[in-house]
């Protein structure tokens, strides 16, 4: 019997007992603080979980009574009991991907990227594929001389790879790089021309120096059909240990074909999944609009899997100068960056989206993009007057246009963005926005939160590590690594950081009515802490770790095991 179908049964016949009251709590923790953002029951120093779900909160000497010989007790000793991190924007595949390719982030020069492949190279069959991500040219301490807009010429990697084909994506995941033999292999040379909304960088000769911004990434796509793919299996796997250790009990999986969805609902009726899943599917307008009308997915009330959004990118990312802008970059006046999508598709998909009563996730980073995507929300939902929930969204809204902040407000649509892009992107966000753009439009939790916008939190992992406790951190700080402030006037605060992460998540993927805070009756999805985030000296969060990590009342991760 699968775990979800073993959860719903076990509910079902919980509320049909007439003894209820009488069937003991299967775990009680107890000692600690219980923090629940149930505005009823906001704390209590102990919880107890029955069948899945939340019991009741209160002191240790009322809940301990709810147990009995057979109920697991655990003693917090003074820990911080949370709703479990729900992940709001991730890449759930990807994270376990990054552990099988070469870790690029923290290089500080091209010259260390060049000499991690070339170690590489030594314990590398000759012909097959190297790859690595997390390089990012604005965090290098130098760049080499002959660099082409702020990047590096593929001369150097291609000489320490002569007999394999080597990319490497960018940090943001929106360019690559490529040495000479990728290149041969793909069949790109000079006369290849750009792709609509993607970008081969050349020099003055025009010839590519190895680099292919968005779209241009897809004149790639040879060398990986001519390599071994890692199995998506093995990768949830390694994406969901990841995540369980971190504390997360939630995934809003931002991007996935239907076949993804499909792997995770076997993997959670077979009890292999982890956190649940919220799936934002990625297949093409005309695969959805065969797909939609009958596939079991969409209709399915699965407490572990729910497929409920679209997922479309309308432009690149901030570092890579691919973000959609308003006007041209400060660094890259050449450039207002890249429109990676059709206007008239995403129009089109925001059709199948209310035809079939799907939330749109647009990526949207750049002031244009976004000023594009609500423009189409707004369209969209004029066309639909009796409907009035619809929570479509958008995904990063990095960077805004002040014109178009209170548009999210008055659209009811969501801000889905990462806190810790913030203070990684800090380095360079001035540079390519100029100060008073960057001051009024970058990153603006607390005006969206002040003008009542629902604003939620992730990672976008493997963007960045997947990690709540450093992206709390961010919300509430606005502190670089290097302990700098950007524009602290936007911090959260702690309460409101946590709601971004748990409740707001929830109700993101309309799910706050089973998830996201710790009532009775709702699913016991926890995070225990071992500091009180909500208290500690903010210097102090940082070093905060998770000790358990729980779903649906099962002990899913501990720190000691």
């Given at each position: ?73 655990i ?22 991907d ?20 070339e ?5 590398t ?7 690595g ?29 002569p007999?394999?084909p ?94 993804v ?43 572990q ?15 890579s ?23 008239e ?30 423009d ?41 963005m ?5 203070t ?39 963007v ?12 509430v ?37 089973r998830?996201?805070?710790?009532a ?41 095991k």
């Open positions: 019997m699968s775990l979800v179908l073993s959860i719903c049964l076990s509910a079902a016949l919980a509320s049909t007992t007439p003894s209820d009251d009488a069937v003991p709590a299967d775990l009680i923790l107890a000692g600690g603080r219980i923090v629940t953002l149930d505005a009823d029951h906001p704390e209590g120093t102990a919880i107890a979980i029955r069948n899945g779900r939340v019991l009741q909160v209160g002191t240790d000497e009322a809940i301990s009574e709810l147990g009995s010989s057979s109920t697991r007790r003693a917090l000793d003074g820990a911080l009991v949370i709703p479990g991190f729900i992940e709001g924007h991730g890449h759930f595949l990807g994270i376990g990054m552990r099988m390719q070469l870790d690029l982030n923290g290089t500080s020069s091209f010259q260390a990227i060049t000499n991690l492949v170690r590489a190279v030594e314990t069959e000759p012909g097959v594929l190297i790859r991500r997390g390089w990012h040219q604005s965090k290098w301490s130098t760049l080499p001389k002959d660099s082409v807009q702020g990047l590096p010429r593929h001369n150097a990697l291609s000489a320490v790879t007999d394999n080597v990319i490497l994506r960018h940090a943001s995941g929106h360019a690559a790089f490529a040495n000479a033999y990728a290149m041969r292999l793909a069949g790109i040379d000079r006369d290849t021309p750009d792709p609509t909304g993607g970008e081969i960088v050349r020099d003055k000769r025009g010839k590519p120096i190895g680099i292919f911004r968005e779209e241009a990434m897809e004149l790639l796509a040879p060398v990986y059909a001519n390599s071994t793919q890692p199995d998506s299996a093995h990768l949830a796997e390694l994406a969901r240990d990841e995540c369980l250790s971190k504390g997360i009990t939630s995934f809003h999986d931002a991007g996935s074909p239907l076949e969805a499909e792997l995770y609902l076997r993997m959670a009726d077979e009890g292999k999944l982890g956190p649940r899943m919220f799936v934002m599917l990625s297949d093409s307008n005309e695969r959805l609009a065969e797909e939609l009308p009958d596939h079991p997915l969409l209709r399915m009330n699965h407490t899997l729910r497929v409920g959004g679209i997922k479309r990118s309308i432009d690149g990312a901030l570092g100068h691919g973000a959609w802008l308003l006007e041209p970059y400060e660094d890259h006046r050449e450039s207002s960056g890249l429109n990676t999508l059709d206007i598709s995403l129009k089109e998909t925001a059709r199948l989206a209310l035809e079939h009563n799907l939330q749109l996730c647009v990526h949207a980073i750049g002031d244009r993009a976004n000023r594009e995507a609500l189409i929300f707004e369209t969209s939902f004029k066309s639909k007057p009796e409907r009035t929930d619809f929570r479509w969204r958008i995904e990063h809204a990095q960077h805004l246009h002040p014109d178009d902040a209170p548009r999210f407000a008055a659209l009811s649509v969501i801000a889905s990462q806190s810790v892009h913030c990684s992107d800090a380095a360079f966000v001035v540079d390519r926005l100029g100060e008073t753009r960057a001051r009024s439009g970058a990153y603006l939790w607390r005006t969206l939160t002040d003008l009542g916008v629902v604003v939620t939190n992730g990672t976008d992992a493997p960045e590590d997947v990690a709540p406790i450093a992206n709390f951190y961010s919300a700080t606005r502190r670089t690594k290097s302990g700098e402030p950007f524009f602290e006037d936007q911090r959260l605060s702690r309460m409101e950081a946590l709601r971004g992460y748990t409740v707001n998540n929830a109700y993101a993927s309309f799910e706050e009515d998830k996201g805070s710790l009775p009756g709702l699913l016991a999805d926890i995070t225990v802490l071992s500091r009180d985030i909500l208290t500690i000296p903010v210097e102090e969060i940082p070093s905060t770790e998770v000790l358990y990590t729980i779903v649906g009342g099962r002990v899913l991760y501990s720190r000691d």
